[in-house]
């Protein structure tokens, strides 16, 4: 992820790529990026860039001709930066934050980067074209902004504002926290990064899971004289943390870390690769932090270590050449992997076991009638049954208002047991006999 160094090199990248050159037209932007349309056109302008921690700031200057004279292509000598040149009308600024890939590159139109999203073109023939890269998309830009204000002083250029800031806001309840954690804080330390923080704590031996105040505490505004005294003695006063946050950065940017060549050559990263002491070297331990973050270290983590306490392995030598050769060949077949083969799944799937244990296993039973079964709640019976029920309770209790009750079945299964006492229900088999007595009581 570019840190505060790769954000410096990159405005010194577009500013030297840029100077002397005039820029007309549009400004493109890529139809997927999700950040604001570049509301700026002119037919001439200038760019310069400026960089702040982790924020770089790109200013887009209206030109004129003194002559009144149509400007030609590649002519530089009759125009000028008109008047107050931060007037809203001739300067336009738009803030870029890196994210996780972002970088500027400045080439001819043919050879423009597939990824490139934000694109400045020159009124040279052929074209030239700044464009800012941004593989991942992580990044965001914005139009017409300043420094954001929820971002501390610049560790390597504003180094009295940074340490008082710190000093002066110890109190805070974000220096409870580890040191490796409030190192990433931008409101504090701005520009400093995960490579940056491990550097810094590895020279100071100082376990990165430490409480931050604990760390902190006792330093002044004043930064520490660590050069060596007129006197000419070898001792030297020892830097502390804050005075690291500003000398270790600057070395990266005489390093060239950020591997910027204006004259669009490949970046090289092996003189910051031996640069590095601890980040991702052997023989180091790393653990991942309470922001999910991996920390590079030596020695004990300290008292605040997360509970979990995993840590991540490296990647062995072979590990990464089979890494490589997987990536050439999926370079080769246009970024496309071939599919895995599928394995043979015996089992019925989820939905379908789920409905097997649903489904009852033995048969429905025919309905049956119980004893706390209510009239209103039985089967309605049919036209032959209702008839054989009302003979039935005519030949019991004498009565042919009685509710047409269902007889009951013939299937010996079906009928309820008796309870003791109860009269024996007449079956439907009686049919006969019932209507012989029944006349049988009117003649007499």
């Known amino acids: 992820m570019p840190e505060g160094p790769e954000l410096h090199l990159s405005a010194r990248f577009v500013s030297t790529s840029c100077k002397g050159r005039i820029f007309s037209g ?20 200038s760019i310069t860039a400026c960089s702040r921690g982790k924020e770089m700031q790109l200013m887009l200057t209206k030109l004129e001709d003194d002559t009144k004279s149509k400007i030609k292509p590649g002519s530089k000598s009759k125009l000028k930066i008109k008047s107050d ?27 423009v980067h597939k990824h490139a999203h934000l694109k400045f073109f020159t009124n040279d023939k052929p074209p030239m074209v700044l464009s800012h890269v ?33 000093v002066n806001n110890l109190n805070n309840a974000a220096f409870n926290q580890p040191i490796c954690e409030v190192l990433l804080n931008q409101k504090y330390f701005n520009g400093i990064g995960n490579y940056l923080r491990a550097e810094i704590l590895y020279r100071l031996s100082i376990p990165p899971f430490e409480k931050a105040r604990t760390v902190l505490e006792g330093l002044s505004i004043e930064p520490p004289d660590a050069k060596p005294g007129k006197t000419g003695k070898k001792g030297k006063e020892e830097p502390d943390i804050l005075h690291l946050c500003h000398t270790v950065p600057l070395e990266v940017l005489n390093i060239g870390g950020g591997g910027y060549d204006p004259e669009g050559n490949k ?17 180091m331990n790393n653990m991942v932090d309470h922001n999910s973050r991996t920390i590079w270290f030596k020695g004990p983590a300290g008292p605040m270590v997360p509970k979990e306490g995993k840590s991540r392995s490296k990647k062995t030598k072979k590990r990464s050449a089979a890494l490589s050769k997987v990536a050439k060949k999926t370079a080769e077949n246009d970024d496309i992997s071939p599919p895995k083969k599928a394995k043979a799944d015996t089992k019925p799937p989820k939905r379908a076991r789920k409905t097997q244990k649903k489904t009852p296993t033995t048969t429905k039973k025919k309905y049956a009638p119980s004893k706390a079964e209510t009239p209103s709640t039985q089967r309605p019976a049919s036209r032959a049954r209702r008839k054989a029920a009302v003979t039935t309770d005519v030949a019991a209790n004498g009565n042919e208002k009685t509710g047409t009750h269902r007889a009951p079945s013939r299937r010996k299964d079906a009928i309820p047991k008796q309870t003791s006492g109860a009269k024996k229900p007449v079956q439907a088999s009686d049919k006969k006999s019932n209507r012989t007595r029944s006349r049988t009581t009117v003649k007499k």
């Open 85 to 111: 040149p931060d007037a809203a009308s001739n300067c336009t600024k738009i803030l870029f934050r890196f994210g996780m890939s972002g970088k500027f590159e400045f080439t001819s139109e043919e050879n």
């Open 267 to 283: 970046s090289d990263y092996t003189s910051f690769t031996a640069w590095l002491q601890c980040y991702y070297q052997e023989g």
């Open 134 to 166: 941004d593989v991942r998309r992580f990044g965001r830009w914005q139009v017409d902004a300043d420094w954001s204000k929820d971002r501390g002083p610049d560790p390597m250029f504003e180094y009295r504002e940074f340490r008082a800031n710190v």
């Open 26 to 45: 549009k400004v493109v932007k890529s139809e997927v990026h999700k950040s604001s349309e570049v509301a700026f056109e002119a037919k001439a302008y």
